[in-house]
């Protein structure tokens, strides 16, 4: 099924024309990994905040909950630049989270079925959007 847009789902374009896009996201949690992952998004390294900020991400949050016998990861931000393919790559390329936090965070991930064999979140598509 498509996407509906109107008064209170803002169309890709006119997310773009607003100054703000929002992304969101989520992934399986690895049960034996919750603490671990919980430990480090309370102390999320400032180098990878300092990132995030230069790639014009803000109100970055992340969320947990468990469904059934399983617990998920959702993650919101909203994007305030004009190129988020240079951004998000600029933030993959930065060499603290490729080499540092990315092999950890992954290691308390697992893809959800339908995420892209070269993905680890499964992304969401927006519904409605109230300011």
């Known amino acids: 099924m498509g996407a509906h847009y109107g008064?209170?789902?803002?169309?890709?374009?006119?997310?773009?024309?607003?100054?703000?896009r929002r992304f969101a996201s989520f992934v399986e949690l690895v049960p034996e990994q919750e603490q671990q992952y919980r430990k480090?998004?309370?102390e999320v390294w400032p180098q990878v905040v300092a990132a995030c900020k230069r790639a014009n991400m803000r109100n970055?949050?992340?969320?947990?909950?468990?469904i059934g016998d399983k617990k998920y990861v959702f993650r919101h931000f909203e994007y305030t630049g004009s190129d988020p393919e240079?951004?998000?790559?600029?933030?993959?390329?930065?060499?603290?989270?490729?080499?540092?936090?990315?092999?950890?965070?992954?290691?308390?991930?697992?893809?959800?079925p339908g995420t892209p064999a070269d993905e680890m979140w499964r992304e969401a598509d927006l519904a409605m959007h109230l300011p």
């Not at 790559?89 to 540092?100: C, G, L, M, R, S």
Request: glycine content about 4%.
């Open 7 to 20: 008064p209170t789902n803002p169309s890709p374009e006119e997310q773009v024309a607003s100054g703000v």
């Open 40 to 42: 480090m998004h309370a």
């Open 86 to 112: 240079a951004d998000f790559a600029a933030v993959a390329e930065d060499p603290t989270i490729k080499e540092q936090w990315w092999p950890l965070t992954d290691g308390c991930m697992r893809p959800v």
């Open 60 to 66: 970055y949050c992340i969320w947990i909950q468990e």
